[in-house]
């Protein structure tokens, strides 16, 4: 089969990522259980597919709205640590194809509306793309907890396919209604912000994803009132308990997170632990609230921290700590450290460097600051990156990068804030690289005399800089882009096309060789005693003056034997009976040199009657 649309198609279904459709098409091509071997006779990987690949491939097979699948479908960053689903990023921990959940009662849901339009359950049972996400625990719908082994074997029923029934045979739709049990609030949350409704009163509505699970997780140890110095480790049942008490603590957050820090602090105080924040609330307050930014979020925990710290005679009132006491809004160290979102030692430095750090200061210790500063460095250092960030936004290395700034493509904005290393923007390093691919489609494989932009540099002996100077004025046109993210070495282009920017007197050693008609090894011994140019760095560092210039002046014996019609060895035999003087030979050159004004009156004097 090919990639061209198919005939036998199945309606389209909201929640259903790419995997899950190509797993529908197999059973609708009477392949029920070979999604794997229908995937490959369309020209597919399901394990691709299943770590977020090929996504556009089975919208064209489907007929489906390619963005609309695509937004369905992960798209995996491995540097970043993340997966895009759903318009949201979340930790790559947190999502999962290696086993396969589902809700039998939307299964079941899925098959009755099959019944009602005469069709095959297969049809339009399908896979919802939350059940990927390991921070769903359990159907936001029914509120059963998700499926994850068959109740006839006891085995994953894996993804060979069809959505509704297991290899044994046996299906996986629920053989009774749902009871009407409500969803957990966490489940109905977290799958809410995946298909795009937020509850717009909730305070971690304005976290990330992966921040609001992390949230909702540390809320409900808190309301466990357990003290500890170490933050506990969840399995998934209990990290799914604790998002549903963190939901619960923030339902009732006036009340119920005073209640809970109310049994933390007495554990503390049984435990005779040490005075002050650390000691009363452990990691809630030293990993965790103390390191909070100063969104609305993290200022509602620090205040509630302040007060009943402050009520219970904690600290007094006039510390200043937890952005409270005399003097205005404070910020410690540590929160500033993650605000800037860089390490302690980074950040001391540029805070310093700035006159926004007291001298004397400690890690962990209230400071006054400027709050609307800290904003203002914060949103400058996320403006801008320094050459390392540079680097990675262009896929390339650290000389690369420098000739690339050198070459005024990527200009610096001066030094960073603070009085930080030399910096640039991101915005106009992106907007770089987007100007040489204008047009250009995306290509999965390389099309035929292609090469990625590294390797077609060096083949064609063009320096990385000269090649985007070329693309970005339109002397060179890139033949593709690799899908993913855009980097230069994500650009495809033809060596061919890259040689067309080299300069005209620049050659290599094997160009060099050839115009002159001899051995390379000869050139380089010509270059190493000096007779042919000056040795120079770089590939193409031989001038074509120098090589014209050295054939005007020099002859090798194979030249003369060509005059003389005879072979080099009888040639050089000839010269040294006629006492020519040898310019350059064995054993310091592999070839013979004569000067060519000696050579050519011998080669008269010989070729007379």
């Known amino acids: 089969m090919s990639a061209a649309p198919l005939a036998l198609r199945v309606p389209e279904m909201p929640g259903e990522p790419a995997h899950g459709t190509l797993m529908r098409l197999a059973a609708r091509h009477r392949r029920p259980g070979d999604a794997a071997g229908f995937a490959a006779d369309c020209g597919l990987s399901f394990r691709s597919l299943l770590r977020g690949g090929g996504a556009d491939a089975v919208a064209r097979l489907a007929g489906f709205d390619p963005l609309a699948l695509g937004q369905r479908s992960p798209l995996v960053d491995a540097s970043g640590r993340t997966v895009g689903l759903g318009g949201q990023r979340i930790a790559l921990g947190d999502w999962s194809t290696t086993n396969r959940r589902w809700c039998p009662h939307c299964l079941a849901d899925d098959a009755r509306l099959a019944l009602g339009r005469g069709l095959p359950t297969e049809r339009l049972a399908h896979h919802r793309f939350w059940w990927d996400v390991k921070s ?70 304005a976290l990330t994803y992966r921040e609001a699970v992390r949230a909702l997780e540390r809320l409900g140890l808190v309301a466990t009132g357990r003290w500890s110095a170490r933050k506990p480790r969840l399995g998934g049942s209990e990290a799914a308990a604790c998002r549903d008490a963190g939901m619960g603590l923030l339902a009732d957050r006036r009340h119920g997170l005073a209640r809970a820090l109310d049994q933390v602090l ?12 650390i000691g009363s609330y452990g990691w809630i307050y030293e990993l965790w609230i103390a390191n909070l930014p100063d969104d609305e979020f993290g200022r509602m925990l620090k205040s509630a921290l302040r007060e009943h710290a402050v009520a219970n005679g904690v600290i007094p009132e006039r510390e200043r700590a937890l952005g409270g006491g005399p003097g205005g809004p404070l910020v410690d160290l540590a929160t500033a450290t993650s605000s800037l979102g ?260 011998q080669v008269l004097a010989v070729a007379r009657p």
Do not use: N
């Not at 006891?154 to 299906?171: E, I, L, N, Q, T």
């Not at 554990?267 to 924040?277: D, H, M, S, T, V």
């Open 342 to 601: 860089m390490g302690h030692a980074r950040a001391r430095a540029i805070l310093g460097r700035g006159g926004m750090l007291p001298d004397g200061i400690r890690r962990s210790v209230a400071f006054p600051i400027d709050g609307v500063g800290l904003t203002r460095l914060r949103e400058a250092l996320d403006r801008t990156t320094d050459a390392k960030g540079l680097r990675a936004i262009l896929g390339v290395g650290k000389a690369q990068a420098r000739r690339i700034v050198g070459a005024g493509l990527v200009p610096p904005v001066g030094s960073g804030p603070g009085g930080t290393a030399i910096r640039f923007e991101v915005a106009a390093a992106e907007r770089f690289l987007r100007t040489l691919i204008e047009g250009v489609p995306v290509r999965r494989k390389l099309p035929h005399g292609s090469a990625m932009l590294a390797g077609a540099c060096r083949s064609a002996g063009v320096p990385v800089e000269v090649a985007c100077t070329g693309l970005r004025e339109g002397d060179v046109r890139a033949t593709g882009v690799a899908p993913g993210r855009l980097s230069l070495a994500a650009i495809m282009v033809r060596p061919a096309d890259l040689r067309r920017l080299r300069k005209d007197d620049g050659l290599t050693v094997e160009e060099a060789a050839k115009a002159l008609g001899v051995h390379h090894e000869a050139v380089r011994s010509l270059r190493r005693s000096g007779l042919l140019g000056r040795v120079r760095p770089g590939r193409r560092s031989l001038r074509r003056g120098e090589v014209d210039a050295f054939a005007r002046r020099y002859m090798p014996a194979s030249e003369a034997a060509r005059l003389l019609g005879t072979s080099p060895k009888r040639a050089t035999r000839l010269m040294a009976e006629r006492q020519v003087a040898v310019a350059a030979g064995p054993p310091t050159c592999r070839q013979t040199f004569y000067l060519r004004a000696d050579a050519q009156r």
């Open 136 to 205: 769903v625990f359990g159907c936001a719908v029914h509120g059963v907890p998700l499926a994850q082994t068959c109740a006839a074997c006891g085995r994953g029923p894996g993804w060979a396919g069809p959505v509704h029934r297991c290899p044994c045979g046996a299906s996986l739709l629920s053989a009774t209604e749902a009871d009407g049990r409500r969803p957990s609030p966490a489940d109905h949350y977290l799958a809410g912000r995946l298909t795009g409704i937020r509850s717009g009163t909730c305070l971690v509505d």
């Open 266 to 277: 007495a554990e503390g105080r049984a435990r005779e632990g040490r005075p002050g924040l």
